[in-house]
């Protein structure tokens, strides 16, 4: 594995000071956001100057009950070729669950959720991402998410689960320190114990960000400054293995750009703290050992100054203390095990569970049993704000409209009215139910709306279609 060195996440808010930044030897883009055949001017330039761009998936839902869509496996696979990426990234994360593998009604979380750290799920994980790295050009990396919630009668630690997902398929795995603090914090999960069970010899860099809490819980939220408690993992992970990669997520609230440069120079500070304590523990554990090897020949050949022992022993190369286990640079799994596919059965009862609980974040049905009531609440208000967030950044116009009523009103909404594809989609849906619902948009506001949605719901409608008669009750409206 190549190393990428110290990195930051490409947006378009930051592009012109990321440019313009020291030290940045790689970034990263979220891979839906990117159109492979209109790539920004900031991304063309920074490639030109030999700055590795990787693409990160949000979208693939790898942890999800159903086989990975072949259409957003191409799509993912395309623009690591157009990047010329060494590798890509996705999450291991569920991200919309029902449809006909259940027969529920299919619902889309807007958020990467946490999957069940259980057997069925491991066996499922694990063909998707054999799916996925057949599908893709370079090798697959995937990343540990954050979460509120825990899912009753989990049978491994993350770190246990992740060893195995890693074993079983040869998939690289992004670390994300920040994730690891969130799960420390919000479930208990002691971040050395996760280190000490990962196989780090896969590691293909690292993510650090920092969050905020609310509602009693740590939100991983990209839009604060890096705590210390999240460096501290970070030096750990550098004292036990020399990350090929370090890279800082930021994806709002975004700095001045003096800011972000001290929180990357706070990140290198942290890894060269980690290098300082691998070469420490490496010279108490070669003095334990000349101890030792004096003793045995105290022992054997007389003490030091006696005739025929010298009391020394040779140390191995201090290189040994931040040296990296080589990791497979072939893009390709090993092969599969002969009788280990995923049964449809396993893949229903998964995807029972999974939208189970997902119909009860978005849609208000009763709380699976054995979850966390208070949680899952909390959970469900998280997603809903992201949804009224990145709505408006899509459809900027709305919140322009609406004024300080936008949040209030997409909130309502949203309580009621699962996302059913995508954000674009939802804020068609969101426009179309306070038309059709009357107030709060009256007057201007209400032609305003009503002009924005006939703009944006494609092209003329079939008559007798949905859009069709709900255009008509718009107009007449």
């Keep these: 594995m190549a190393r990428l060195g110290t990195g930051i996440g490409w947006r378009p808010e930051i592009a012109d000071a990321v440019e313009r930044m020291p030290g940045i030897d790689w970034v990263e883009v979220v891979a839906e956001n990117t159109c492979p055949g209109h790539l920004p001017a900031s991304l063309t330039r920074l490639r030109e100057r030999g700055v590795t761009v990787v693409p990160h998936g949000v979208g693939l839902g790898l942890g999800g009950a159903e086989r990975p869509d072949e259409g957003r496996l191409s799509a993912l696979a395309e623009r690591a070729s157009v990047l010329g990426s060494p590798l890509v990234t996705e999450h291991i994360a569920f991200v919309r669950a029902g449809g006909p593998l259940t027969a529920t009604p299919r619902l889309e979380a807007g958020h990467l959720l946490p999957v069940p750290r259980t057997r069925d799920a491991l066996d499922v994980l694990c063909e998707n991402v054999r799916i996925a790295q057949d599908a893709l050009p370079v ?27 890693a074993d079983r398929t040869g998939v690289r795995l992004l670390v994300d320190v920040a994730n690891l603090y969130t799960n420390h914090v919000n479930r208990g999960e002691d971040p050395a114990r996760a280190l000490d069970e990962l196989p780090l010899e896969a590691l293909a860099y690292v993510h650090v960000a920092g969050g905020f809490v609310r509602d009693g819980v740590w939100h991983d939220s990209h839009a ?111 092969p599969p095990v002969p009788g280990t596919g995923v049964s449809d059965v396993t893949r229903q009862r998964l995807g029972l569970a999974l939208a189970a609980l997902l119909s009860a974040l978005v849609a208000g049905t009763p709380v699976p049993e054995g979850f966390d009531r208070v949680r899952i609440g909390v ?99």
């Design 139 to 165: 090798p697959l990396a995937v990343e540990n998410i954050a979460a509120l919630i825990a899912w009753p009668g989990e049978e491994m630690t993350e770190g246990q689960f992740l060893y195995e997902l």
């Design 224 to 334: 604060h400054p890096v705590p210390r408690p999240v460096l501290d993992i970070l030096t750990d992970l550098a004292s036990r293995v020399s990350p090929p990669g370090v890279l800082l997520e930021r994806d709002e609230n975004f700095p001045e750009p003096a800011v972000l440069e001290l929180e990357l120079e706070s990140i290198r500070d942290a890894v060269r703290d980690g290098e300082r304590l691998a070469v420490k523990r490496e010279l108490v554990r070669l003095g334990r050992d000349a101890r030792a090897a004096a003793g045995a020949g105290r022992g054997a050949r007389g003490a030091p100054g006696e005739r025929g022992g010298t009391g020394t022993a040779l140390a191995p190369p201090l290189a040994s203390a931040v040296a990296v286990v080589p990791a497979p640079t072939s893009a390709q799994a090993p």
């Design 379 to 477: 959970q469900a208000r998280a997603l809903a704000a992201k949804r009224a967030g990145v709505v408006a950044k899509v459809a900027p116009e709305l919140p322009v409209i609406l004024g300080d009523g936008y949040r209030a009103a997409f909130l309502a909404y949203a309580q009621s009215h699962p996302m059913r594809g995508g954000y674009r989609q939802d804020a068609l849906d969101f426009v179309e139910r306070v038309l059709l619902d009357g107030p709060p948009a009256q007057g201007r506001v209400r032609r305003e709306l009503r002009t924005w949605w006939l703009d944006r719901s494609g092209p003329a409608p079939r008559p007798g279609s949905r859009l069709a008669r709900v255009g008509r009750a718009l107009i007449r409206r």
